[in-house]
């Protein structure tokens, strides 16, 4: 895409959220995992406020999470057109893309147990 023209432009801004959009649909239709992090990321911020709990680091997480989820679905993308047969170096991207969305997850439960986890023992208890 060509990027003539003048650098602050609200067409050009509104455009490029077209595209940001398209591609966060796409993962949402194609990708199990991604819609399955959204639902649970939309009950971890639900659970936050209705404990009344720190918000930003449920936000923070949440956004982590998906944001390399979509980096992943986006190399898994490119690797699958460069390379469509089977090759250890394509394997390798894939993995380790897979692994910073699984290294992320683990780091948003750890933060959701210490964020979410006392309050919610005092509701429960």
């Not at 509104?14 to 009950?43: K, M, P």
């Not at 390379?83 to 780091?107: E, I, M, N, Q």
Request: contains cysteine; proline residues 6%; aromatic residues 6%.
């Amino acid at each position: 895409m060509r990027s003539d023209g003048p650098t602050l432009s609200l067409r050009r801004w509104i455009r490029s959220a077209g595209f940001a959009w398209a591609g966060i649909a796409h993962a949402y239709r194609t990708q199990t995992n991604f819609r399955i992090e959204v639902w649970l990321g939309a009950l971890a911020v639900t659970l936050a406020l209705l404990l009344q709990a720190p918000l930003a680091p449920i936000l923070l997480s949440c956004a982590l999470v998906l944001s390399l989820e979509l980096v992943n679905t986006a190399l898994e993308a490119v690797v699958d057109l460069a390379s469509p047969g089977f090759h250890p170096l394509a394997k390798a991207a894939k993995d380790g893309a897979a692994g910073a969305v699984l290294v992320a997850s683990l780091g948003a439960l750890l933060v959701g147990l210490v964020v979410l986890g006392p309050p919610l023992l005092r509701f429960l208890g």
